[in-house]
């Protein structure tokens, strides 16, 4: 099945995104990661037929709009866009898919807003971005170099095959995979192609929780959660944290997965044979109605 385009008016503008619409099947919302799109959930999707699919681009990713020109790109604007987008499809409560910096949203909805997730799965992801506190005053200057840059476009690419080697250099995707990412993010624009994604998605944030406040924020979750990660999260976090994060979620099953950071891409059969039983298991104690 095909998915068709969505589109949902924000103050902002324009929140674009893919939708595998099945009337009366449970529905689940789909987050991507960061500098990645809806497009990250294609390969996904067809292992997950059994229910009503929407994948999203978060904010100045894929084709959503751009944030207005005073605005910047902060992690918790993320969430409240995602709360709006609910409300315009008119979707009380749903499943949440986040991979990464969307699994980080979707965490943060899932413990802000418990009556909106009925299920969450986290994909290389276990709560959100964090900072020690003895690094706020480096991390605010280094926010604010950042945006000194002020660059107004990113590289321009002579073909979407240029493209894909740039995004493999910075990830390991499969050729498959850096296509779907690099087609839904760049635009022909005469003689070369040009990233659709808002560069000041680059800009580095002022401030970040830390992991005490994250921590606190995975105690809130009251969704039944899974977690599947992959090597790259123990890199990332350290095999305490991940326990402690793990640990600190109620209801968590956790399922390892020996790939890279975007496995649900490369083996979206395994992945989705995880997630779909583990969507359909019947809520007997856990009633966000």
Same mark, same amino acid.
């Given at each position: 099945?095909?998915?068709?385009?969505?589109?949902?008016?924000?103050?902002?503008?324009?929140?674009?995104?893919?939708?595998?619409? #099945?009337?009366?099947?449970?529905?689940? /919302?789909?987050?991507?990661?960061? /500098?990645?799109?809806?497009?990250?959930?294609?390969?996904?999707?067809?292992? /997950?037929?059994?229910?009503?699919?929407?994948?999203?681009?978060?904010?100045? =990713?894929?084709?959503?709009?751009?944030?207005?020109?005073?605005?910047?790109?902060?992690? @918790?604007?993320?969430?409240?866009?995602?709360?709006?987008?609910?409300?315009?499809?008119?979707?009380?409560?749903?499943?949440?898919?986040? =991979?990464?910096?969307?699994?980080?949203?979707?965490?943060?909805?899932?413990?802000?807003? @418990?009556? #909106?997730?009925? #299920?969450?799965?986290?994909?290389? *992801?276990?709560?959100? +971005?964090?900072?020690?506190?003895?690094?706020? *005053?480096?991390?605010?200057?280094?926010?604010?170099?950042?945006?000194?840059?002020?660059?107004?476009?990113?590289?321009?690419?002579?073909?979407?095959?240029?493209?894909?080697?740039?995004?493999?250099?910075?990830? %390991?995707?499969?050729?498959?995979?850096? #296509?779907? +990412?690099?087609?839904?993010? !760049?635009?022909?624009?005469?003689?070369?192609?040009?990233?659709?994604?808002?560069?000041?998605?680059?800009?580095?944030?002022?401030?970040?929780?830390?992991?005490?406040?994250?921590?606190?924020?995975?105690? *809130?979750?009251?969704?039944?959660? !899974?977690?599947?990660?992959? @090597?790259?999260?123990?890199?990332?976090?350290?095999?305490?944290?991940?326990?402690?994060? !793990?640990?600190?979620?109620?209801?968590?099953?956790?399922?390892?997965?020996?790939?890279?950071?975007?496995? =649900?891409?490369?083996?979206?059969?395994?992945?989705? %044979?995880?997630?779909?039983?583990?969507?359909?298991?019947?809520?007997?104690?856990?009633?966000?109605?």
């Amino acid at each position: 099945m095909k998915a068709a385009p969505i589109n949902i008016n924000m103050p902002w503008g324009t929140m674009e995104g893919l939708h595998w619409s #099945r009337p009366g099947a449970p529905k689940a /919302l789909c987050l991507h990661g960061w /500098l990645d799109n809806a497009a990250s959930f294609v390969p996904l999707s067809q292992y /997950l037929q059994a229910f009503d699919l929407l994948a999203l681009d978060f904010a100045g =990713h894929g084709f959503s709009s751009h944030r207005p020109a005073t605005s910047r790109y902060y992690f @918790p604007d993320n969430l409240y866009d995602v709360d709006t987008a609910l409300d315009k499809l008119g979707w009380e409560s749903c499943h949440i898919i986040g =991979h990464s910096m969307g699994g980080g949203v979707a965490s943060g909805i899932a413990a802000a807003l @418990p009556e #909106r997730v009925k #299920r969450l799965v986290l994909l290389d *992801a276990i709560g959100i +971005l964090t900072l020690p506190a003895d690094q706020a *005053a480096k991390q605010l200057r280094l926010s604010m170099k950042s945006v000194r840059k002020n660059r107004s476009m990113l590289r321009p690419y002579e073909s979407v095959e240029a493209a894909m080697q740039a995004r493999q250099i910075k990830a %390991a995707l499969s050729d498959k995979a850096a #296509r779907l +990412l690099c087609e839904r993010s !760049l635009e022909h624009a005469g003689d070369y192609y040009q990233w659709r994604t808002d560069p000041r998605l680059t800009w580095r944030s002022p401030q970040l929780l830390t992991d005490d406040q994250a921590l606190n924020l995975l105690t *809130a979750i009251t969704a039944p959660t !899974l977690v599947i990660t992959s @090597p790259a999260i123990i890199g990332y976090l350290g095999e305490e944290m991940v326990r402690q994060r !793990l640990a600190a979620i109620a209801d968590c099953q956790h399922i390892t997965i020996d790939d890279h950071h975007h496995f =649900h891409m490369e083996q979206p059969e395994q992945v989705g %044979a995880y997630i779909t039983p583990f969507l359909q298991q019947p809520d007997n104690t856990h009633d966000n109605s």
